[in-house]
């Protein structure tokens, strides 16, 4: 390996926090090189990677077919695709509202604006307000795509510019409700999800993800232009080693292997 090897790193914010627990483990046993991490969300590290500007994108979302097609026009390449980890998609309510689970159908109800007071879900008779995430993160895609089937958010959701600011802003509004990463759960509770009205309501545990119980489950992506090779593949190699999904566990997600 060339003496200081640089890889930089963009893309989901969902994943910022465990990408630089890795650069930091990663970099502290190998000097010789330096791992640069920054967030900004899904779609803007997809983008990064397709203009040239980084060297590994972080998605919470799988590459669109739009987005491959940049990419072979560009690189003669359809990228590489690397399934890193396994998030449960948690939805968080405030500590103090006295609901505790939803079906995904009453999730998607609220989201899409259906549902607009507590009390239709057994809460108090007070307006929900909604926190969600900006349109080029992959989470928002992700809940989209997956949790309100495609149809479009209501007009009344606050979009917040990361998943931390998701939670603080529900940890200080009693009747707010987000959605985002598992790990970033501080200051909120979890509700539990339910497929339907007739099966049991599940928390984003490691082991209700990792068995499919929980509904709400997605993997964790890095892509590259083109096979890894020298550093990138050590440090890719190194991710998915028993020691990188180690780290994986330890910042709150679930391992893919």
């Not at 009453?106 to 307000?129: F, L, M």
């Not at 900006?134 to 479009?152: A, I, M, P, R």
């Not at 993800?209 to 190699?237: Q, V, W």
Request: with cysteine.
């Amino acid at each position: 390996m060339q003496k200081g090897e640089t890889i930089t790193v963009k893309g989901s914010d969902t994943m910022v926090i465990l990408a630089q627990r890795w650069a930091e483990l990663y970099m502290s046993k190998h000097p010789d090189v330096t791992i640069q991490v920054t967030g900004g969300g899904s779609g803007t590290g997809i983008s990064a990677l397709i203009n040239g500007t980084t060297d590994i994108c972080n998605s919470s979302r799988p590459m669109k077919k739009t987005e491959k097609e940049k990419l072979k026009q560009r690189y003669n390449t359809l990228g590489v695709e690397i399934k890193a980890a396994k998030d449960g998609l948690a939805v968080y309510v405030n500590e103090s509202l006295p609901v505790n689970e939803l079906t995904l159908m009453q999730i998607k109800a609220i989201y899409t604006g259906k549902i607009t007071n507590w009390k239709e879900v057994g809460g108090p008779d007070a307006r929900i307000i909604l926190y969600g995430r900006e349109n080029n993160s992959g989470t928002y895609v992700y809940f989209k795509d997956n949790v309100l089937e495609g149809q479009d958010y209501s007009a009344t959701m606050q979009s917040l510019p990361g998943t931390a600011a998701v939670v603080n802003a529900v940890g200080k509004d009693k009747y707010g409700i987000g959605y985002g990463g598992a790990a970033y759960g501080k200051g909120i509770k979890f509700l539990k999800v339910k497929k339907n009205e007739n099966t049991p309501g599940y928390d984003p545990t490691a082991e209700n993800i990792k068995n499919g119980n929980y509904p709400i489950t997605r993997f964790l992506y890095l892509y590259t232009r083109s096979k890894p090779s020298g550093a990138m593949k050590e440090y890719i190699d190194w991710i998915l080693s028993p020691e990188g999904q180690e780290t994986v566990i330890k910042v709150g997600y679930f391992p893919v292997r």
